[in-house]
């Protein structure tokens, strides 16, 4: 299938040399990757303001999907990376990427909080996916009903569902009302995500074995201890043979103790209006390069 790839004029750049691109769109799929607040000589703006940089990485965000013929409305997910030491309350964070949205955005979002990124005084990266029709109009889009899934402030969705993709926003271990589910038990957290993403692909008529992509970040240090046990319990979630979606954890080990230990998010693909009974070999697929850390 045939890519555009695209750099804006006189956008951020990185302080090395890099064969990435800032975005690209392959038929309907659009893919932002991660942008941050630096100059285009690569130094960071504003270090270490989180709400500035925050607006800044949206702008520079929407500018990339002006270049690719979309706009924020047409975003269905965001991932984002921001440096917290456990002091900053996530919903504070998110109200910022927030104010950056046009009220009719509803994208699914992750929230991901990591002790730093790439350079001293950069606190956050936001990357995304967006969908727009192949002839220029805006793709029709549904959303799960938000009753049950950890509260997300508005305008954000737990899930999305544009044309036959199905986004999932990140899902953590804590009630509607705020109180961490099992707090410190990972396996017990992971049985709790999982059945929530579950939840959410059930308001499309989908299910894991419609799951083409999952996420999954944990708090640990990156040791077969802390991986191996979830990840097998998020295994027993899929059916072989060829049940398994394309899979990626990373470990989050922050300065102070954390209660909720996993988060995880997913991508789904659909074909028709329900899922059910629907193989996936149907899906779109596509590719991007990505400027994530």
């Known amino acids: 299938m045939e890519k555009r790839h695209v750099w804006p004029k006189d956008h951020w750049s990185w302080p090395i040399e890099v064969t990435h691109k800032h975005g690209v769109r392959c038929g309907e799929m659009i893919w932002v990757g991660g942008q941050v607040d630096l100059t285009p000589a690569g130094a960071v703006h504003n270090p270490g303001n989180l709400a ?7 702008a520079n965000l929407t500018r990339v999907l002006a ?3 979309a706009q924020p409305q047409d975003l269905v997910k965001l991932n984002c990376f921001y440096v917290n030491d456990g002091s900053l309350d996530e919903a504070v964070f998110l109200g910022m990427v927030a104010a950056s949205l046009p009220h009719d955005a509803k994208p699914a979002v992750t929230a991901v909080p990591v002790p730093y990124l790439a350079y001293p005084g950069l606190v956050v990266e936001i990357e995304g996916v967006a969908m727009r029709g192949r002839d220029g109009k805006p793709m029709p889009r549904t959303y799960a009903k938000a009753d049950g899934f950890s509260a997300l402030p508005l305008p954000f969705a737990q899930a999305v569902r544009c044309g036959k993709m199905i986004f999932v926003s990140g899902q953590i271990p804590v009630a509607p009302k705020g109180d961490v589910i099992a707090p410190g038990k990972i396996l017990d957290q992971t049985k709790q995500v999982m059945e ?9 008529g989908a299910g894991f074995k419609d799951v ?3 996420n999954r970040w944990y708090a640990g240090h990156g040791t077969t201890e802390d991986f191996e046990p979830a990840a097998l319990l998020c295994s027993t979630f899929y059916k072989e043979p060829g049940g398994m979606p394309a899979r990626a954890s990373r470990s989050r080990s922050t300065s102070s103790p954390c209660s909720a230990r996993t988060a995880s998010s997913c991508r789904a693909g659909t074909s028709g209006p329900r899922a059910s009974g629907i193989g996936r070999s149907n899906c779109p697929t596509s590719t991007a390069s990505s400027a994530t850390t």
């Open 52 to 58: 500035v940089q925050t607006r800044h990485t949206m």
């Open 67 to 69: 270049e690719l013929d």
């Open 196 to 204: 929530q993403i579950g939840k959410a692909l059930a308001g499309f």
């Open 212 to 214: 083409v992509k999952q």
